[in-house]
């Protein structure tokens, strides 16, 4: 870690730890202009924006990430803890920055003037607002009329509600109300005393992502410990991660398959699916990847029997897979429902803060295992996949294209491992570094996944902050719904399938 011109600390880390007193603290005038400017290079986005209470004072910390330096910006301003503070907002014009503005506003009550949408984020138990108090956009026309999708669903899915503004079949404006279930998962991580319900906790914070989320929150607990694990165990947890990521994008092209009634496509693509979680249950017991993944070790190294039963079924997975998607991206009803529907520019890509699938399906590469290579990746010259269109084609391509690629990662990092397990196992406590922020970075199938701690002068954890890609991802969806037919919204939230829990925390 070292200071760049006083006013930020920089570091090529992931994850990575900083003492917090030494981390610059700006007056708000002099972050904003920072903050600006950092904005104004599309290779930078910030990862992560908060507040927490200190003494007398709240302290804020911003960090951004360069994807032209591979590092890691952290830089800071003091407010004093007063219940009537006004800041002027920086989402005014960089409106990227709306969603953490309005994490902070509703977990303290701090105002940000001018903020382009300060809208609830989450609801949580304590807020002001309630759920039926949420003040939707409208539009004053005899021409105009509104459609309310949700929030409880036909499907066997998370509540969240879609308020449509159409004239007639054509959606001119998609406004998306979430919060329906906040259950207090930052909250949880502070009363959590032990390293085994952390690790449970992260397991929970999205169903599907369960590799993902316990992963950021391994390597960032292994950082705050000053401990260092071994290249196998590192490669061991990246095919279990992308693993994760073929399922995923697999279940999800069925899924698409579904929402144009082309059933054979669904059926083939659920069935390969199956392959692949019933791989990762055949590894540790649980198809979704519960318990795979503990700080310092594992309970299920792989061995030579479960190395062969992945090489197996990824040969299978691979051909079929090929097989349904050739068919599908050369059928031409498949193709008149994906191709042109539901575009997002790099541009609105870009200024709405888009992370993942979300953006590399939209021509902007954004992707943590190529800009801040984690785990095994750091041994790795990993190269995103990218789509230009930013339409349903693009995101469903996209998912093609990075199955190729994840099983290409698994097979190369089998051969690496071959009969060498990993030897380590997990441990119960661990002593944490006090007065110290960390950050850790994974990219999880749907796009980047944050997780950021600070401990006190005891080593406590006293304040620890999620961000899940479905964060930066729901303004794009909103966005791709303008001009189209209100029938294509089942299939665009499908080709975007971002996270309600994710989401709400």
């Avoid at 449509?164 to 079949?169: D, K, R, S, T, V």
Wanted: with cysteine.
């Amino acid at each position: 870690m070292m200071p760049l011109n006083n006013s930020w600390l920089q570091t090529k880390e992931n994850p990575a730890t900083v003492p917090v007193a030494d981390i610059p603290v700006l007056d708000y005038s002099a972050f904003a202009a920072h903050v600006d400017e950092l904005l104004l290079d599309k290779a930078n986005h910030c990862l992560s924006y908060f507040a927490y209470p200190c003494a007398d004072k709240f302290r804020f910390i911003c960090c951004m990430a360069s994807d032209k330096s591979h590092s890691i910006l952290v830089f800071s301003h003091e407010q004093p803890n007063d219940k009537n503070l006004v800041l002027e907002s920086l989402s005014a014009r960089r409106f990227s920055l709306h969603v953490f503005e309005r994490d902070i506003h509703e977990k303290y009550g701090i105002e940000f003037a001018g903020h382009p949408w300060l809208k609830p984020l989450r609801f949580p138990k304590n807020s002001r607002l309630k759920l039926a108090d949420y003040p939707f956009y409208s539009i004053e026309s005899d021409e105009l009329h509104e459609v309310g999708v949700g929030p409880i669903h036909a499907g066997i899915i998370e509540p969240g509600h879609f308020r449509f503004i159409c004239n007639g079949e054509k959606v001119l404006h998609l406004e998306i109300q979430l919060g329906y279930q906040h259950r207090g998962i930052e909250k949880l991580f502070l009363e959590s005393n032990t390293l085994l319900q952390r690790s449970v906790l992260s397991e929970s914070i999205s169903g599907d992502s369960v590799i993902g989320h316990a992963l950021c929150h391994a390597s960032l607990t292994e950082a705050l410990a000053g401990k260092a694990i071994s290249n196998n165990l590192a490669a061991e947890r990246i095919i279990a991660l992308e693993l994760e990521r073929i399922a995923m994008h697999i279940g999800d092209t069925a899924g698409l398959c579904t929402d144009i009634a082309y059933q054979f496509g669904q059926v083939v693509n659920e069935a390969l699916r199956t392959i692949v979680i019933n791989t990762t249950q055949f590894w540790c017991g649980n198809r979704f990847g519960k318990g795979l993944i503990r700080p310092l070790g594992s309970h299920y190294p792989l061995t030579a029997e479960i190395i062969q039963k992945i090489q197996a079924n990824l040969g299978e997975v691979k051909e079929r897979y090929s097989q349904i998607t050739d068919r599908m991206f050369t059928m031409p009803s498949v193709l008149s429902r994906f191709e042109g529907i539901g575009k997002v520019s790099t541009q609105q890509a870009l200024l709405t803060g888009a992370v993942g699938m979300a953006a590399r399906s939209a021509n902007l590469k954004r992707d943590i295992r190529w800009s801040h290579p984690f785990q095994y990746y750091k041994n790795l010259a990993y190269e995103p996949a990218l789509f230009p269109k930013g339409d349903v084609w693009s995101r469903a391509k996209l998912r093609e294209k990075e199955v190729e690629l994840s099983i290409a990662v698994i097979n190369r990092l089998l051969d690496f491992i071959k009969n060498r397990c990993s030897t380590e196992t997990p441990v119960q406590e661990l002593n944490f570094q006090p007065g110290t922020f960390a950050i850790s970075l994974t990219e999880g199938w749907r796009g980047e996944i944050c997780h950021a701690a600070i401990t006190d002068e005891k080593g406590r954890i006293v304040y620890y902050q999620v961000n899940d890609p479905s964060l930066h991802n729901w303004m794009s969806l909103a966005l791709a719904l303008r001009g189209v037919e209100i029938s294509d919204f089942p299939i665009n939230n499908k080709s975007f399938n971002l996270s309600y829990c994710g989401h709400d925390l």
